[in-house]
């Protein structure tokens, strides 16, 4: 079992930056996918970006070019970067382990 934590969220203006972290509980050596999920209200949870154990990484099509998603094995850490922020990606971000352990999630609110 593994407990997430998510940070880094809060408000900031189109076009800025913020970078979200998710520190697990335990190593996440051996964990082979971590990921980054938005839910924005009223809609479904939808993916952002996936992270596999070798270094491979999958992007949303709406985020390519902006978001990057990387790994700290050793600080039991996944990161997302997020730059050219739009009010679109206004969401609570979700990180994951696999597909069973969920972080609490932290909010992000890009405003005109």
């Known amino acids: 079992q593994v407990q997430l934590v998510e940070s880094g969220g809060g408000l900031v203006q189109v076009g800025g930056s913020l970078r979200l972290s998710c520190v697990a509980s335990?190593?996440?050596?051996?964990?082979?996918?971590m990921g980054w999920y938005r839910q924005a209200p009223g809609k479904q949870r939808e993916l952002v970006a996936t992270?596999?154990?070798?270094?491979?990484?999958t992007y949303a099509d709406s985020v390519k070019g902006r978001f990057t998603i990387s790994r700290d094995n050793a600080k039991n850490t996944v990161y997302l970067q997020m730059n050219s922020l739009k009010p679109e990606d206004t969401a609570v971000y979700y990180c994951?382990?696999?597909?069973?352990?969920w972080g609490q999630g932290t909010q992000v609110t890009v405003s005109l």
């Open positions: 335990r190593s996440i050596f051996s964990i082979l996918v």
């Open positions: 994951s382990a696999g597909i069973h352990y």
């Open positions: 992270i596999t154990s070798g270094g491979g990484r």
